[in-house]
């Protein structure tokens, strides 16, 4: 649950940076965003993570 809250709330600010910007910068906003979920995603499952960010 905690990774889909994540990934749904990094879609919703992708969105509301990404609103104004012509659609040739969408492919670098995208992998920008991808490039965070996954690094994200990895630090919180190899315990790098600082705890006291961690949702419990």
Do not use: D, H, K
């Amino acid at each position: 649950m905690t990774l889909a809250l994540s990934v749904v709330s990094l879609l919703a600010v992708l969105f509301l940076v990404a609103r104004g910007t012509p659609l040739s910068r969408w492919p670098v906003i995208l992998a920008g965003t991808l490039f965070v979920i996954v690094t994200v995603f990895a630090l919180e499952q190899n315990g790098w993570w600082p705890s006291g960010w961690q949702v419990r």
